[in-house]
């Protein structure tokens, strides 16, 4: 098993990371807020992976254990919070929306400089009110710990294309469907359909960061058209694939 970094404090920082590189698991004692201000941020924990782009951040609770990972190139903002400072009361990781006054505030109070300052505890209390406004968003991919359901969500790992049933799957496997789908709903806390499409949209986003063709990604991730994708993206983050792929600026892309 890989040792766990415990970092007593969370850093408020920034820091790029290049395409594919990764924070291996590590915890802190204080909350962190977790966003890259380009690219797409996968961050996990033995429960599952959350995933962002740049109008999302992911509150990260003091304690829980977590890697990240880039998928196209990042600029990192971390900002801790001590563990008494919880403006959502969360006590898991959640995807926040991020709204074009909120990137601001992070990225000016995650650029420094970082002396503690009447001006920066004033940009620290505009943030906090800005956070407690921040809508979740359920941008969360589980992880199955049943070995017959861990077996079916491998194969969509490996292949998002696949479009056999969860009776088909089932089949391949050894389980049956029933089964399957009940575990489904306690393990994953969604149906299959609906962790099918979180998968689809998780490796959407990390094919989009690596700038390849809206059409091409829709055709790899298993949609039945160009326009099916689009219209699924598109109500899941509030934008167009197209222009998640070609925005230089996370917080223009809003439509």
Request: hydrophobic share 40%; charged share 20%.
């Amino acid at each position: 098993m890989p040792e766990i970094r415990h970092t007593p404090q969370a850093p408020t920082s920034t820091r790029p990371l290049a395409p594919g590189e990764v924070i291996g698991a590590h915890r802190h004692d204080d909350h962190q807020i977790v966003y890259a201000g380009s690219g797409v941020l996968a961050v996990t924990t033995d429960a599952g992976t959350w995933f962002a782009p740049g109008t999302r951040a992911i509150w990260v609770p003091a304690g829980c254990v977590h890697a990240h990972r880039a998928h196209g190139r990042l600029d990192l903002h971390l900002l801790g919070l001590p563990a008494d400072t919880n403006p959502l009361r969360l006590d898991a990781p959640t995807v926040l929306a991020v709204s074009p006054l909120l990137r601001e505030l992070i990225l000016a109070y995650t650029r420094g400089p970082l002396t503690d300052t009447p001006e920066r505890r004033r940009l620290r209390e505009v943030l906090l009110d800005q956070l407690r406004a921040s809508p979740q968003q359920p941008v969360h991919l589980p992880t199955p710990s049943d070995p017959r359901l861990t077996a079916v969500c491998a194969l969509l790992h490996a292949d998002p294309s696949d479009s056999r049933t969860l009776a088909q799957l089932g089949t391949a496997t050894g389980a049956a469907e029933r089964t399957l789908s009940r575990l489904s709903r306690r393990e994953l806390g969604m149906t299959f359909p609906q962790w099918r499409t979180q998968l689809r949209l998780y490796h959407a986003l990390r094919l989009l960061a690596d700038d390849m063709p809206v059409t091409t990604v829709a055709h790899h991730c298993g949609w039945s058209s160009p326009s099916a994708f689009i219209d699924v993206f598109h109500r899941a983050f509030g934008y167009t694939p197209g222009a998640h792929r070609t925005s230089a600026v996370p917080g223009t892309m809003i439509t």
